[in-house]
């Protein structure tokens, strides 16, 4: 009988599971459960997308596009960045569109990491940073930022890390899970640390339109100097409540997106045509929506920050994306024991912070991409929820 235990690939067999939809399986099939544990926008994709959609499909637009995406997809990518950042790119060299912004983190990754090149990463950070660099033979090294800092990478944090071994730093602003955002004066202190290095970075910026307060989203590759060392990975799922149609791309140097293109080429060969053809309505008709969305979640924003904070419970104020990351250590429990013992009391399934790094025990993610109605019930059970567990 074979023995599978000895042929399977152990760097994979060694990784945990997602944090992220642990909980949310569990509440899809608990009667009257409310989750706030997938970050995934509530609105439906709208109108204009939907219809460029089908209209290509009416058009028999149903074969493979070239590997680095439709050459319109690609020119209205670059155009939308230089419209929105002063960022310019070639539509030819710079850009290949792909299955979502994961894959375009995975081919990044792949790219440049030789076994035993250290991986920096910004920690709590969505969940594929460490896995994905693992997979590649990498090291991945945790650089953890904290509440007090908003969440912020500090350069002097960022220095103390790097060896000679340092091959690539990821950024993932806006941050999920914790909404921390960086400015362009953080952005400009991280530059200056990486000038003169031969170090790489990959800037995760798909919440990069969903930013709050006055400042809007600075581009890490629109700072003097770092085009040339930067991949910035963005997409349509979250701006343009496009999850399901998975489609990404990533925006750098010639040299690399080539090699990510030879990578997706053998991997996946295209992504898919009717999302592409819907995204070149997306990014050439859509802002007001895009807009529209923005403000209500701005809204959800400030009720559910309200929400904990009217509880007792410490909440950072989350600049981007659209999740919060409520401190609960004051509730005398672990992460992990807080979000089990919720959802079997109360029937509310959040994300443990510690899904996001060992730096996020005490905390737990909680995202605004649902109804006002939803967001406000689920705040009333987290409530008694906790005057029971201070008593």
């Not at 898919?272 to 995204?279: L, R």
């Amino acid at each position: 009988m074979i023995n599978l235990d000895k042929l399977v690939n152990h760097t994979v067999e060694g990784l945990p599971p997602s944090g992220i939809r642990k909980f949310f399986d569990v509440a899809a099939e608990m009667k009257d459960a409310i989750s706030l544990g997938v970050g995934e926008p509530d609105f439906a994709t709208p109108w204009a997308i939907r219809e460029a959609g089908i209209y290509s499909l009416e058009k028999a637009q149903t074969h493979y596009t070239a590997n680095a995406g439709l050459m319109e997809l690609r020119q209205a990518i670059c155009g939308y960045n230089k419209r929105k950042y002063g960022v310019e790119y070639d539509a030819k060299t710079e850009v290949l569109v792909t299955v979502g912004g994961s894959e375009a983190i995975d081919d990044m990754i792949r790219c440049v990491v030789n076994p035993g090149d250290e991986v920096l990463i910004v920690e709590p950070s969505f969940v594929c940073y460490k896995p994905l660099a693992l997979m590649a033979g990498g090291v991945p090294v945790v650089i953890e930022t904290k509440e007090e800092d908003s969440f912020r990478l500090k350069p002097e944090q960022l220095r103390e890390k790097i060896t000679d071994k340092t091959k690539l730093l990821v950024l993932p602003y806006p941050n999920n899970p914790t909404g921390g955002v960086m400015s362009r004066g953080d952005l400009e202190a991280i530059a200056e640390v990486l000038r003169g290095t031969d170090i790489l970075v990959l800037s995760d910026e798909i919440y990069g339109e969903l930013r709050y307060g006055e400042e809007k989203h600075t581009p890490f590759s629109a700072i003097d100097g770092m085009k040339e060392r930067t991949v910035v990975v963005n997409g349509f799922s979250k701006t343009f409540a496009m999850t399901g149609w998975r489609l990404g791309y990533a925006l750098g140097p010639e040299k690399i997106i080539s090699l990510m293109t030879k990578v997706h080429q053998y991997g996946i060969m295209s992504a898919p045509t009717t999302a592409q053809y819907a995204a070149i309505e997306a990014l050439e008709s859509c802002d007001r929506d895009v807009e529209d969305m923005r403000l209500e979640y701005n809204y959800r924003r400030r009720c559910i920050v309200d929400g904990f904070r009217a509880m007792g419970l410490s909440c950072f104020e989350p600049l981007g994306a659209f999740y919060v990351f409520p401190c609960i250590k004051s509730v005398g429990m672990d992460s992990q024991t807080f979000c089990e013992t919720l959802l079997r009391e109360e029937k509310v399934a959040v994300v443990p912070g510690t899904a996001f790094g060992d730096c996020g025990e005490g905390f737990i993610r909680c995202s605004y991409a649902y109804s006002v109605e939803n967001i406000q019930e689920a705040l009333a059970r987290i409530e008694r929820f906790v005057e029971r567990r201070r008593k």
